[in-house]
């Protein structure tokens, strides 16, 4: 026996492999395919956008079954083990993620996959039972609503101006002006706000002479505290 051989059977004893049945790794799978489509149902409720991805939330369910599979894999066989870095190694995600929600939702199913495959599904349920709840605990704390934006377009006279700026000191005291652009005799302005009654100051303004265009503007981006 060489010291080659030596090396590689002493190497080889070190990391024991685990025989899994059929019916052990349809358990897991199983396990991991329910706690997959709850997470799915989550995703679902959870994620409120204009465009709601189903395609992204499949994919979710995808993920944790074929990591659930890949670390049985891994247990079966130290071989199997180290093609498998090599493998994984030179894969390179390029889809963006665009919300951070999303980034959750995928390392929850990344994690509940490798849990899965290590025979620990408890962990994974109990995980996701707090993950669950502590997600939607917070997302039903109240924050402040976003600013709403005020665009005006109107003569450029200075009585003009100082008639806009009366009315809206009389419906808001929290606003900004944004934007101010002359040309031509017209006057184009932007403000932020936070306004209750926008749709009575909005009226009062397009009363005035020389007010061709009042709009006022809600999103959904970040409050600002």
């Not at 891994?74 to 919300?99: E, H, P």
């Amino acid at each position: 026996m060489t010291f080659s051989d030596i090396l590689k059977q002493s190497f080889l004893e070190g990391y024991s492999t685990i025989e899994l049945s059929t019916m052990q790794i349809m358990i897991v799978l199983m396990f991991t395919g329910l706690i997959s489509v709850y997470i799915f149902f989550c995703y679902r409720v959870l994620v409120r956008r204009t465009f709601y991805s189903k395609t992204f939330n499949i994919s979710l369910v995808a993920m944790a079954l074929i990591t659930a599979s890949i670390i049985l894999a891994v247990q079966s066989s130290v071989v199997i083990s180290l093609g498998m870095v090599g493998a994984l190694s030179i894969i390179r995600f390029r889809t963006a993620i665009k919300d951070s929600m999303d980034l959750i939702f995928l390392f929850w199913s990344a994690g509940v996959g490798i849990i899965c495959g290590a025979g620990l599904v408890e962990i994974a349920i109990i995980v996701s039972l707090f993950v669950t709840v502590l997600v939607f605990l917070l997302d039903k704390l109240p924050v402040a609503k976003a600013p709403k934006i005020l665009v005006i377009n109107s003569t450029g006279s200075e009585e003009m101006d100082d008639e806009i700026k009366n009315i809206i000191t009389k419906y808001t005291k929290n606003f900004e002006e944004k934007t101010r652009c002359f040309t031509e005799g017209k006057l184009d302005l932007v403000y932020e706000m936070r306004v209750k009654d926008g749709r009575q100051m909005v009226r009062e303004l397009n009363k005035l002479d020389g007010i061709t265009y009042v709009s006022l503007l809600s999103h959904d981006g970040e409050v600002t505290f």
